[in-house]
């Protein structure tokens, strides 16, 4: 089920398929291969029971959202009432159960959407790469022979819908994790300003940074998710006019450490943009470069994890997976007042990079650097570290800009899936929405080869 929403509710509307069928489908394909990876629950007779209701309704002319009928999942980061939010750990198994959904629930549940199952992370969402111990790790959709990452922390939500398992999925996006395995298994996703999506009922990896958003088949159906995670029901807006956009690549740090085929794919995508009319400048963004220094000292997301997992730590870290729980603990070494000093920073980064990208209508860079890395070439924690900092490097910065981002394919049939960052700052949602499906639309040829 790789098609778009809306190719789904035509089929819908024309009678040539049912919610039934739709979520029959899905649940059928989590049942095998790498379903019993990608699903920490699957919800079965409740999503068969939603879909027929749904089924009633559309016959009785009643369709509440473009979401109508369409199977659904969520990372298991998010509270369904009755039910214990694990974020795919086993050192919550004894937590009790939420008393309500989530905002993000309620609104897909009254949009129409038919949720199909909570979906695999990386342990409490603290990593780029997409590896879970207790679960076991879902394998990218690309060449699964290899074993490669699916990325993460949405690891579950990415493959979730490459292999049909769901018509779209959402995420969360602390340091890339909607972005990161979207674009290594070749789909779209869509990070938005912290803000302007609820996150109450929603387990925090960093307060500061934590942002909630859909991974889906194209940007215009992450435009239809973000009507409603928002709240705004403003629908897909009108695509920019791709002649004419003012498109900056930062050339520090973004573009360091870019793999041949990451860099064959960003630049005849760039290529591309610039023959349809699109201006693209090559420009210096020093704050980039300085950001590792600002958090010399430590990091939000070490500082709030640790904030968080404290208590739990002391009583189940033996339960955790090992990767994860030193990371959260290096948060405990950051002072408070290494804390404040930080915050404070963050301002007047935030303030010099807009003022940097205020004549452009985006930022444009690779998702990530590099292609999936095969699981067996990360059994060393050195390989592990490094290789997660590489992969959520260019992500991260959107998030510290409190900024939003879409990652679009940007490879060809064969390849090994690549994403195109498109990014801009905070409150700047709907333009890069517009920007986002301009650019998708002019990579179609270039992406069919």
Request: net charge neutral; proline share 6%.
């Amino acid at each position: 089920m790789t098609e778009t929403l809306s190719a789904l509710q035509d089929a819908l509307r024309a009678g040539r398929t049912t919610a039934e069928a739709l979520v029959e489908g899905a649940l059928a394909r989590a049942g095998t291969g790498e379903g019993p990876r990608v699903f920490t629950r699957l919800y079965g007779d409740r999503a068969l029971a939603a879909a027929r209701a749904s089924d009633l309704m559309r016959q009785a002319g009643f369709v509440r959202s473009p979401l109508e009928g369409l199977p659904i999942s969520i990372k298991d980061l998010f509270d369904v009432a009755g039910e214990t939010t694990r974020a795919g750990s086993t050192a919550l198994d004894d937590a009790p159960a939420a008393t309500a959904n989530a905002p993000v629930v309620e609104r897909l549940l009254a949009a129409g959407a038919v949720l199909v199952g909570r979906t695999n992370m990386t342990e409490f969402a603290f990593s780029g790469l997409g590896i879970n111990p207790h679960y076991g790790t879902p394998l990218n959709p690309y060449d699964r022979a290899a074993a490669r990452i699916p990325g993460g922390s949405s690891s579950g939500a990415a493959v979730s819908v490459t292999d049909g398992m769901a018509a779209a999925a959402i995420g969360t996006d602390t340091g890339g994790s909607v972005r990161i395995p979207s674009a290594l298994c070749g789909i779209a996703g869509f990070k938005p300003t912290a803000r302007r999506v609820p996150r109450e009922g929603c387990l925090p990896l960093s307060t500061s940074l934590d942002s909630i958003g859909p991974l889906a088949p194209s940007l215009s159906c992450c435009a239809l998710l973000d009507a409603v995670l928002s709240g705004s029901g403003e629908g897909i807006p009108a695509r920019a006019d791709v002649a004419g956009l003012r498109l900056a690549v930062p050339t520090t740090l973004a573009l360091d450490g870019v793999d041949e085929t990451v860099a064959t794919a960003f630049r005849r995508a760039l290529d591309a943009l610039s023959k349809a009319g699109a201006r693209i400048s090559e420009i210096a963004v020093p704050e980039f470069g300085a950001l590792a220094g600002l958090q010399a000292k430590g990091s939000f997301a070490g500082a709030e994890a640790w904030h968080w997992h404290r208590a739990l730590i002391a009583k189940a870290a033996d339960r955790y997976d090992p990767r994860v729980l030193v990371r959260i603990q290096r948060g405990a070494e950051m002072a408070l007042a290494d804390y404040l000093d930080l915050l404070a920073a963050r301002q007047g980064w935030v303030a010099a990079v807009e003022a940097r990208l205020a004549g452009f209508d985006a930022l444009l860079m690779p998702t990530v650097p590099i292609v999936a890395p095969r699981i067996a070439d990360l059994a060393e924690e050195a390989a592990y570290g490094a290789t997660n900092l590489l992969i959520l490097r260019n992500s991260t910065l959107i998030n510290f800009l409190d900024g939003c981002a879409a990652s679009l394919p940007c490879h060809r049939p064969g390849e090994a899936p690549v994403g195109l960052m498109v990014a801009g700052a905070g409150g700047q949602d709907r333009r890069i929405l517009a920007v986002g499906l301009a650019i998708e639309a002019a990579l179609a040829t270039v992406r069919a080869g």
